[in-house]
């Protein structure tokens, strides 16, 4: 039986107690008006805010400018004319009204400006949050789903891995919980990350009217959404309870029963599962983009955390086999899961690239936006991830004796899931805070949060049942498994 270290679980609450008072941190120091933005944007004189504000500014007194020289030159004009004095006039009174137009105009669009940043600077600590969030809690997912893949190919190789799957799956629950509340929070309008939830924005008489997201109302409305959310979380979660209930089970059992049990209950929920995960990524993430839309959207939102997934099994694995516990996961164990590492992290690739490429080359404007957002304003993020998840994996991980070293897996693993976060980040920032991201305390303080948990919750999980499956139909060959 495994047991949790002190110094793990003592580090464990650290990293929670630390990320707890970061994001309190965040949320206090968010803007709460127009004025506080303003200090924020003046304060920033060589950052990006202030630049933005700044162009603004001069593009609305250009504006404003230009009808009061018009207005100058024609005054002069008429008043070098006397015998037109009376002709004069009119055009001189036009002239000022146009400069009070146009800087009554100016002076809206600065306050609409301010607005919008303030939103954008209120969203950041709630979208922080969102991204780790879902980040853990997604990476769990991919654990079970690798987790049910290995149940209905009947693979000879992973039963021993078994146990590690189910320790970290055990945290599925704990972040839906978070999860869904964050989602009804959402809905009651404490944040603006879905602008699709907005008040008016289906009303034809509202000033927010969206025509686009009111084509769209009908899929995209709470209750809707917050019932499919209900039934994608609850399903994935009675499927890890059972299916963990009747792997306990068979340990205990003299035929295979239970272990048929699970082959067809992972089949059923393999089934549930693309649908579900499918469904998911539109909801949860591309409706934060909601007048954008990709077919290939839900493919590359499992690629990342799926590939998040098998890499945490990994970390897990060779964690514990430093403490000198699962005794017959050998080199060959970690090179499969390296090798899945590696094999993901190319899939993900094609699905980043086609998409990318698809998008770009068709140069259509309604989806073009989401890229050249995400190439202007998170250029370092954006390709950052491309390096992180793609070419750093190729260049270590396509050696097969790396595969078996452990230093360089565990670094591997490291920059793969942190690239896997970024790509996440990638994903929610653009559309919730736009330009005026950065990673600050409320960034770091989430995922430490999220850390924190997800350790705490796993290894807790870990010391409730033998880390050996022993009754598994296929437990020999994989305490003997060699490649």
Same mark, same amino acid.
């Given at each position: ?18 990320g707890?008072?970061g ?22 004189s ?14 609305? &007194?250009?504006?404003? @400018? #230009?009808?009061?020289e018009?207005?100058?030159? *024609?005054?002069?004009? /008429? =008043? %070098?004319?006397?015998? !037109?004095?009376?002709k004069?006039?009119?055009?001189? &009174?036009?002239?000022? @009204? #146009? ?6 105009? *100016?002076?809206?669009? /600065? =306050? %609409?400006?301010?607005? !919008? ?19 853990f809690?997604?990476?769990s ?38 999860f ?22 289906t009303?034809?008489?509202s000033?927010?009217?969206?025509h ?5 109302a ?7 959404w ?21 792997c ?46 990709s ?31 699962l ?14 590492m ?12 086609s ?26 993020p ?6 992180m998840?793609?070419l ?13 070293i452990?230093w ?26 736009g ?34 499956a ?14």
């Open positions: 039986m495994y047991t949790f270290s002190s110094k793990l679980k003592t580090f464990s609450l650290i990293l929670m107690a630390v707890l008072l994001i309190g941190y965040g949320f206090y120091t968010a803007p709460k008006d127009i004025k506080e933005v303003e200090a924020l944007l003046a304060a920033e060589h950052g990006g805010h202030a630049a933005v504000k700044n162009e603004a500014t001069e593009a609305h &007194e250009v504006k404003s @400018e #230009a009808p009061i018009k207005g100058h030159e *024609a005054t002069e004009a /008429h =008043e %070098a004319d006397q015998s !037109h004095e009376m004069a006039e009119a055009p001189i &009174e036009k002239a000022h @009204e #146009a400069t009070e137009s146009h800087e009554g105009d *100016a002076h809206a669009e /600065h =306050e %609409a400006h301010l607005t !919008h940043v303030l939103h954008q600077l209120q969203n950041k600590p709630w979208a922080a949050l969102y991204v780790a969030c879902i980040f809690l997604l990476i997912m991919g654990t079970l789903a690798f987790y049910a893949i290995q149940q209905v190919a009947q693979a000879g190789w992973s039963p021993v891995l078994f146990r590690v799957m189910q320790g970290i799956t055990a945290y599925l629950p704990v972040g839906s919980v978070l869904f509340v964050f989602l009804i929070l959402s809905g009651l309008h404490f944040n603006h990350l879905f602008v699709w939830l907005g008040e008016g924005v009303d034809p008489n000033a927010n009217y969206d686009i997201i009111a084509g769209k009908g899929y995209l409305n709470f209750p809707f917050i019932v499919r959310a209900a039934i994608f979380l609850l399903g994935w979660n009675a499927y890890r309870y059972y299916s963990r209930k009747n306990l089970a068979q340990d205990e059992a003299d035929d295979n029963l239970n272990y048929k049990k699970n082959f067809k209950m992972s089949a059923g929920f393999l089934v549930f599962f693309i649908v579900s995960e499918s469904i998911m990524s539109w909801d949860w993430i591309m409706s934060i983009d909601p007048h954008w839309f077919t290939l959207f839900g493919w590359y939102v499992f690629a990342s955390f799926f590939v998040s997934g098998i890499t945490m099994i990994a970390m897990v694995t060779l964690y514990l086999k430093s403490k000198g516990y005794e017959h996961v050998n080199t060959s164990h970690i090179h499969d899961l390296a090798k899945f590696f094999g993901i992290s190319v899939f993900w690739t094609y699905l980043w690239f998409q990318f490429m698809l998008i770009w080359y068709a140069d259509i404007p309604e989806e073009i936006t989401y890229y050249v957002t995400r190439i202007q304003l998170y250029n370092l954006f390709f950052g991830a491309v390096v998840n793609f750093f994996p190729l260049l270590i991980l396509i050696n097969t004796d790396f595969k078996r452990t360089i897996l565990v670094m591997a693993g490291s920059v793969i899931l942190l690239g896997h976060y970024v790509d996440f980040f990638n994903m929610i920032m653009p559309g919730t805070v330009d005026q991201w950065f990673i600050g305390v409320s960034e770091i303080a989430s995922v430490l949060f999220f850390l924190g948990l997800f350790i705490y919750v796993v290894f807790t999980a870990l010391t409730k049942a033998p880390l050996l022993k009754r598994n139909p296929f437990i020999e060959e994989s305490k003997h498994f060699h490649y």
